[in-house]
DNA sequence: TCTTGCTTTACGGTTTCCCGTAAGGAATAC
DNA sequence: GTATTCCTTACGGGAAACCGTAAAGCAAGA
């Protein structure tokens, strides 16, 4: 059995048009489509207050800032909300990220019922999680399936990020203690920043701070 | 007038479907689209042969790697052959990489004549670039229109770009020499990288590595 | 108040990196 | 052959980062 109600959270235009077509495609009538996370939000509430509640949420992950300023600004954090909100919904998410921690997360944390990658076959894919899902199976990327091989992960605080946040603007390690102070952030001594980065590198097997710059970067950690 | 035949070279099929939605819309019948580069060129080069050429080619930049090895790895090499091969063809780039370094090479030395970024309203944007390249006009997004603002620019050399690479995989400086010698890769002594390093980073303003690798990362140079 | 245990900071010695200067080497021109 | 020029490398002093250890601060409990 298909999907009833359907919403899209998708800000590429041209990107909404094929989801939406390929809903169509599914004999899909019901189905409503934002271009900010805020608005889609607002539909999911509106939504359950008449008692026509979505049963699928399309979203993707990234969505760009501009003039109008948004509460919730990312597909992670809409992800929260709605589940928060209406804990039944199923969720597609459907992003050009690739990443697996990035992925795995969203099914350890968030409960995700599906994940699409925006490549070369991404509408037949689409298509295949949605019938997928409708049947209360979960779509994920073949890779996804695979026992989650280990790799060196940490957890990055927002201690950390700000360091190395910090570092990446082209700060020098030992000018960090004054911006930490002026943020009353509390271990500012230098000497804990350069434990903390020796952690950090440990932890990862990394040998210097260009590796570690360019870790956060991939992954998109600052 | 509007065009006659159109080529889309995309390889997410969402968004190629979305192209070719609004391609239709504009009651072009005669385009064609692929989802490889190499595929691209050869259609160019057929319809060229038959007498029945392209005269627009909308393609993305970057091509996901599979398994189908490609000749032409990307949008530019594909534009560039496609040039060569038909000077005259129109081109324009619709693509989610928004700097400006990367759209001002695009103008400046393939001649590129609209560019659409992957956002918002990139649906209605298409269709106002393809109007104004009908009409023998340029597109470009509102920012491109304004003079080139001088930024703090630098040409990459491989040589450059190597020396980057080996520090953002945490190989240290002073091991770099070593690197260089195993692959007859020439200025070789330590010096002569730390010579680079300094003159990069002086050229584009950057106080440490950690801001070279965070910006190298950003711009995709390494 | 005085432990106890934990976190943060301070302080050195060592290594690495930074950067200016000078020496070496190769190519070209005279 | 020897100047000239340009590029590369070697060297050395100083700055920054690295890292272990010890001292100081701080919270909770006896």
Redesign the pocket.
């Known amino acids: 059995m298909m999907f009833e109600r359907v919403l899209i959270a998708e800000d590429q235009e041209s990107t909404s048009i094929s989801v939406r077509k390929t809903i169509g495609d599914l004999n899909i009538v019901n189905s409503d489509y934002v271009f900010y996370c805020d608005d889609a939000f607002a539909r999911i509430q509106k939504a359950l207050k008449i008692n026509q509640p979505f049963d699928l949420l399309i979203t993707d992950l990234s969505f760009e800032e501009d003039h109008n300023i948004q509460k919730i600004i990312d597909g992670v954090a809409l992800i929260k909300a709605a589940k928060d909100e209406q804990p039944g919904l199923k969720v597609l998410v459907f992003s050009a990220e690739g990443k697996s921690a990035v992925i795995d997360a969203l099914i350890k944390d968030l409960g995700i019922d599906g994940y699409v990658r925006k490549a070369r076959h991404d509408a037949k894919e689409l298509r295949s999680a949605l019938e997928a899902i409708a049947q209360g199976k979960k779509y994920f990327p073949a890779q996804m399936k695979m026992p989650v091989k280990e790799r060196n992960t940490y957890d990055f605080t927002s201690y950390d990020t700000t360091i190395i946040a910090l570092l990446a603007a082209g700060i020098?390690?030992?000018?960090i203690p004054g911006y930490l102070q002026n943020q009353d952030i509390?271990?500012?001594?230098?000497?804990?920043i350069?434990?903390r980065?020796?952690l950090i590198?440990d932890v990862l097997g990394f040998s210097?701070?260009e590796q570690l710059i360019a870790y956060c970067k991939d992954f998109k950690i600052i």
């Open positions: 020098k390690q030992k000018e509390k271990p500012s001594g230098l000497s804990s350069e434990k980065l020796n590198r210097n701070n």
